[in-house]
């Protein structure tokens, strides 16, 4: 299977789970439902629900078993999305082409929908569903771990960093930090979880956070050069916008020429860590190839 | 003991534990960290991680046990005082006599800070430190407990209707959805967490659940009854704030009388339901009667 297959196939599983692990917007208090379902369902390509499935399958387990953990990995990121876009923070209006969600619903309901996010993403972690394939010890660790890699140490410590670097001028050394924690903590948790859930051994884990590490990072890379190069209708997004903020990318640090040979460098590290899961871990060597070709 | 000398030994037994499980402030990214701990350590009377203590004991747990879990909700609390105070919500520029998180320390980092404590509660609530005493399963269902009481059909919802409420004309069945979600259902939490925690039998569990339904609910009761007539000195942020906002609240609907007696009411019912638990359940009994002896 391809990876443009493996990821759409991916998508559907993911999308048609996404919506039974959520109240319908016609639950009181109607707003709040609306719009988590508004954010979560705008379309994203559901890569992280994706790794933690394609991590799983590589230390032999089955998708199903961890379906609700690879859902909460999704409101996770959607939350993040949501209180990024926040005027107090990115101030975006448009996100995946349709307004952001404090556009749509304000910003006190924007704020609790990402509130509610997180807080429904541990209901789905500790969701009686995981229960039976996976011991309960591991699903604590799983949610543990979830838990350092989007806090101060991981993800949110990220945050800080890149609204605190705006209109500055960064160095290597923090800019690295900003993309490796904002980014790539959660690309690598989401792919330790669905390892750890499925009861890797500790090679296992080790390697497939190796692998995690470095194409989380090349994710974000790749992101800043699409800031600059992509079609603005595929994207979804103002094409510029990280330029227009002032914010830290490594085309500026770099230039587009070298920023591309980082990320190809760091795929290409990442994908050697994956040989002692031989074939089974085919669809994430395809997801580290396609996240350099991805055009949005 | 006294209610007084319980709760009082009690702050004192969670302040000391509350900065050992938060990194400390000079931890990079030093804002965030800051933030935090400027709100954490604001000086509440950590009523909630007693909660969490006193139904431990009241099925004959050790607090020691439950430690982490006690503290976490803590930081559950704080994280919605932070996210409430925000220009989008309340617009509060006081709370207990200082200047809101966000006043000090820009609303970026506020909202950030708000999402970090949130995450760190999960944090805790997933800690190995509880896993010495407590089966992993029971640690499972407090977690995801606790999930179910903050998230949209509990404490957000809650905070959703009390948004949507403001300055409009409040029927007496929404102006109880809405202190029941938006404070009961914790304060009912934490109650139950103990419990479960602490391996309660399922006739026990109901009794305290029961018992912090009533309880939760008066306590929000004198709450609206404080706005109107404490010490502003010592309540710590401005009197008749509730008021000047268009608030709904049960002195505005039932008049301070009718209100005072219907949380007289609630404690009585609430300290019935504990007869099972015969003396071991004298910390809630005298914290439910403190409840409605507070003057802030």
Request: glycine share 8%; hydrophobic share 40%; with cysteine.
């Amino acid at each position: 299977m391809s990876a443009a297959e493996y990821l759409s196939k991916g998508r559907d599983y993911i999308d048609s789970a996404i919506c039974n692990y959520m109240p319908e917007e016609t639950v009181y208090p109607v707003s709040i439902h609306k719009s988590m379902i508004y954010s979560i369902l705008a379309g994203g390509k559901r890569l992280r629900p994706i790794l933690v499935i394609a991590a799983t399958e590589a230390v032999g387990g089955n998708r199903e078993d961890i379906l609700p953990f690879a859902v909460a990995v999704e409101y996770i990121h959607t939350y993040t999305l949501i209180h990024d876009d926040l005027p107090a923070l990115d101030n975006d209006d448009l996100r995946r082409g349709k307004p952001t969600n404090h556009k749509v619903f304000g910003e006190a309901i924007a704020i609790l929908a990402g509130d509610a996010l997180l807080t429904q993403a541990f209901y789905l972690m500790t969701h009686s569903g995981l229960m039976n394939a996976v011991p309960p010890e591991r699903l604590l660790q799983a949610a543990h771990d979830m838990t350092v890699a989007i806090g101060t140490s991981g993800m949110i410590g990220g945050q800080v960093v890149d609204i605190e670097s705006e209109g500055k001028l960064v160095d290597a050394k923090t800019l690295e930090y900003i993309h490796v924690h904002k980014t790539g903590c959660l690309i690598k948790a989401c792919i330790r979880a669905g390892a750890i859930l499925s009861q890797a051994k500790t090679e296992e884990l080790e390697a497939l956070s190796n692998y995690g590490e470095q194409i989380g990072l090349a994710f974000q890379i790749v992101d800043d050069i699409l800031d600059i190069t992509a079609d603005e209708s595929l994207l979804g997004k103002d094409v510029g916008s990280d330029v227009d903020k002032g914010k830290a990318t490594y085309p500026a640090l770099y230039g587009l020429d070298e920023a591309r040979k980082k990320a190809e460098k760091l795929v290409e590290e990442g994908i050697a860590y994956l040989e002692i899961f031989k074939n089974r871990a085919e669809p994430l060597r395809e997801i580290g190839r396609f996240f350099l070709q991805r055009t949005f």
